[in-house]
């Protein structure tokens, strides 16, 4: 495909958005994207609020991201077999059910296992919306060389919902209440959801009856490579989340936390609406080993820095790689897996990089706990090492995905 080939054209966004239907579908997604941004913070609220416990909070949050991580790619398999419009539906009616449900046993004051098992049913039946739109582009635009733009617009949604979603739901349960947060929450999962859903011209094609579809490349090693990554760059998100917030606490100023801690993220969203701009020589798995090195070697400043100032201006550094690590994940993602299983691979990402985040939260919790929060970065930046390792697994892959899509050139 073109976009592992290292041609130089420049795309702009407008073009890609002027895909036939692109627009429509994108701007379908956005209210589902916020949602699920919302959904995670507004059951701790929810259940915070309700029992004063931020153990149980912790308790039924922590059930519904682990059924989210394990649950999203089998729902994924069935939306691939059966296609978007029929499964998303269901998808969205079944968690909104299952919501209701938690919001009914919190206000009840049921039990802790009962309060868990309907976080792990809201975690499980969460559409995974982002998977499903990237999987949309890739039918609009596969072969084209504005699918890489594409999926860096589709990163920097990501992110800038991620940035609005916990504002908006600390804003609605704090002013109204948590029951009213969640509630808002899952309704702008179903409004997304649903319009996406009726989006049906740019919905890719479900598997056909009697189409024998592999798996094997989903256990391929370039692809575990890439879903490797991705778990790596979760453990760089969670230690990252704990380590600056332990640095602002431990100077006696815990409001620096949120701002310091956004500045890689206000950093990466420029990188990558930069990136997604245009296209580049160096062919695409070797792009990716050198932004997962500079995002290794831009984390070491943060072992050595002490004043707040120069910490903010560590923490823009792994900001510069962030998005285009996310973007090319994509890419080399929708090389290597074949079209009726791309929706399982995108949400087997999201799926490994949730797995990390929780991951590199507790390892860096225990740490920060009886260490500096120093100590806390060293296993960001463990992590960011051992995502080079796993790019280059995918990068000496390159001459049999060539092979594979027939890109050899």
């Given amino acids: ?30 209210p589902a994207r916020i949602g699920i941004a919302m959904t995670s913070l507004g059951i701790v609220w929810l259940v915070h609020g309700a029992t004063g416990s931020y153990a149980v909070a912790g308790s039924v949050t922590g059930g519904f991201a682990v059924a989210e991580a394990l649950a999203g790619p089998q729902v994924a398999r069935l ?7 029929r499964m998303l539906p269901i998808t969205l009616l079944i968690h909104a059910a299952t919501v209701a449900l938690l919001i009914g046993l919190t206000v009840s004051q049921a039990s802790l296992p009962a309060l868990i098992t309907a976080g792990v049913l809201a975690g499980a039946s969460l559409p995974q919306v982002g998977a499903q ?5 890739s039918q609009a635009l596969r072969g084209s060389p504005l699918l890489s ?35 808002f929450a899952t ?7 649903f319009a996406l859903a009726a989006q049906r011209r740019t919905a890719p094609p479900p598997v056909q009856r009697g189409q ?49 801690y956004s500045i890689t993220s206000l950093v990466s969203l420029f990188a990558g609406l930069a990136y997604g701009a245009r296209r580049w020589r160096m062919l695409a798995p070797n792009q990716f080993v050198t932004a997962l090195s500079l995002l290794a070697v831009a984390t070491i400043p943060l072992l050595f820095v002490n004043q707040p100032w120069a910490v903010g201006v560590a923490l823009a550094l792994p900001g510069l790689a962030i998005a ?44 920060v706990d009886n260490n500096a929060p120093h100590f806390g970065f060293a296993v960001a930046l463990t992590a960011a090492v051992t995502c080079v390792l796993m790019g280059l697994t995918v990068k000496f892959g390159e001459r049999k995905m060539a092979a594979v899509r027939g890109t050899v050139t």
């Avoid at 976009?3 to 379908?28: D, Q």
């Avoid at 739109?133 to 582009?137: E, L």
């Avoid at 920097?156 to 109204?176: E, Y």
């Avoid at 309704?187 to 959801?193: K, Q």
């Fill in 212 to 260: 024998q579809v592999s798996s094997s490349p989903l256990l391929h090693k370039r692809f575990l490579a890439l879903v490797g990554t991705n778990i790596g760059i979760g453990l760089f998100f969670g230690s990252m989340q704990v380590s600056v917030t332990a640095y602002a606490v431990g100077r006696g100023t815990p409001s620096l936390a949120g701002p310091l």
């Fill in 133 to 137: 739109t990237s999987a949309r582009w």
């Fill in 79 to 85: 939306i691939d077999r059966y296609g978007q419009t």
């Fill in 187 to 193: 309704g702008l999962v179903l409004v997304g959801g």
């Fill in 324 to 367: 285009p690590i996310q973007t090319l994940s994509s890419v080399l993602t929708e090389a290597s897996v074949q079209p009726a299983v791309l929706t399982q691979a995108f949400t087997w990402l999201n799926s490994g990089a949730a797995a990390g985040i929780a991951l590199g939260a507790a390892l860096a919790g225990r740490i």
């Fill in 1 to 30: 495909m073109p976009a592992l080939t290292g041609r130089i054209v420049t795309p702009t966004y407008a073009e890609v958005l002027r895909t036939p239907g692109a627009l429509k579908f994108y701007l379908a997604a956005a």
């Fill in 149 to 183: 733009s594409a999926f860096a617009l589709e990163s920097l949604s990501v992110g800038i919902s991620f940035m609005v979603g916990p504002l908006l739901i600390g804003t609605v349960s704090s002013l109204c209440s948590p029951v009213a947060g969640s509630a």
